[in-house]
């Protein structure tokens, strides 16, 4: 059974327009103008059990209203919407219990009472068997190291704290799939890690389907294989992070320190007619920007090798954050 299967998804929202001045502020009194705002744009998105997907946007894309969507939260305005074979608004209760959710910005757990408090209260939400949640809270306590925080209560907890009591949380019923909603904003570098580490075990180990929503570049490297990204309502790329950065990376750039200064006229004439720019960085420092991602370094090395010294050698990959950069300039439509 596939995780999502939407078809057409659209949302519309009708937004009051006000006219300018005191005059339009009394013609508004008596008759308002509405003018209406496509959100999300007849989407097609399909994702199967077990896929660790990332849905990317800029702000106002239509990221947030299509999760609400796909949690039941929204009425679609128009399309067809199956998520783990539910209609997520017509079908909530058992719907939801399908289905986790994990929000940056928002907490699933009761402010002034103790975390395991929380984790007992869901337990009984969910209808979940002793014996499964007594198994399920261990492992989560000890691959995310929440034992001291289950007496705390939850608005004592610093956001790294919380936001790993918030996946303990979301996952207490193992759910088929996993929303995540820039699930390590703000975090230092070693709780980002460690909740990825465990997001990858729990895939592996239970098929979780995570649909991971986020600002943070690192996040989709660290876990995702496929990327779906959003343009003003509308999936403008869907496929692999690795076709993502073929399509995209015109070249790269290699960084040389050379054992001499070298005139850059020898070195753009021993490569005459290769399709390259070389750079000066420094006395002994050159940089080579490959314009086309089929020419091999080691073809230009090949020219260059026999007459000049080169003492290190560093290749610059670009970043995939640097590509949805440049896609989102661009403006160009990928699907």
């Not at 009591?165 to 996952?171: K, N, S, Y």
């Not at 954050?321 to 989102?328: D, Q, S």
Request: with cysteine; proline share 3%.
């Amino acid at each position: 059974m596939r995780s999502i299967e939407a078809r057409g998804l659209t949302k519309e929202f009708k937004v009051y327009q006000s006219r300018p001045g005191l005059k339009g502020a009394f013609r508004d009194l008596l008759n308002r103008q509405y003018r209406t705002i496509r959100a999300v744009d007849a989407i097609d998105l399909t994702i199967e059990q077990g896929e660790m997907v990332a849905y990317i946007g800029e702000n106002g894309a239509g990221k947030s209203t299509t999760i609400k969507m796909l949690t039941g939260i929204l009425q679609p305005t128009a399309g067809e919407l199956k998520v783990n074979g539910f209609d997520p608004h017509r079908e909530r209760e058992k719907f939801v219990k399908t289905i986790g959710v994990v929000f940056g910005q928002r907490s699933q757990l009761w402010w002034d009472i103790a975390v395991q408090e929380s984790f007992r209260l869901l337990k009984q939400v969910y209808q979940v068997p002793d014996a499964d949640y007594k198994q399920r809270l261990d492992r989560m306590i000890e691959v995310l190291d929440i034992g001291e925080l289950l007496d705390q209560p939850v608005r004592k907890l610093s956001l790294g704290q919380r936001m790993r009591c918030e996946l303990v949380a979301a996952l207490i019923h193992q759910p088929k799939l996993l929303f995540l909603d820039e699930p390590t904003i703000g975090l230092d570098v070693l709780v980002k890690e460690n909740i990825r580490v465990f997001l990858r075990e729990i895939n592996r180990e239970f098929g979780t389907t995570v649909l991971l929503t986020t600002h943070d570049i690192s996040d989709i490297e660290a876990l995702c294989s496929r990327v779906v990204m959003l343009d003003q309502g509308k999936v403008i790329y869907d496929g692999g992070l690795q076709e993502l950065r073929r399509n995209w990376v015109k070249g790269k750039k290699v960084h040389f320190e050379l054992a001499r200064e070298v005139d850059m006229s020898e070195l753009e004439a021993r490569t005459a007619g290769m399709p390259l720019r070389w750079e000066r960085k420094g006395e002994r420092q050159v940089v080579l920007h490959l314009e086309q991602p089929d020419l091999a370094v080691s073809d230009v090395l090949a020219q260059i090798v026999q007459h000049v010294h080169i003492v290190e050698m560093q290749i610059e990959e670009v970043s995939t954050e640097e590509i949805v950069r440049k896609i989102y300039q661009e403006g160009m439509t990928l699907a």
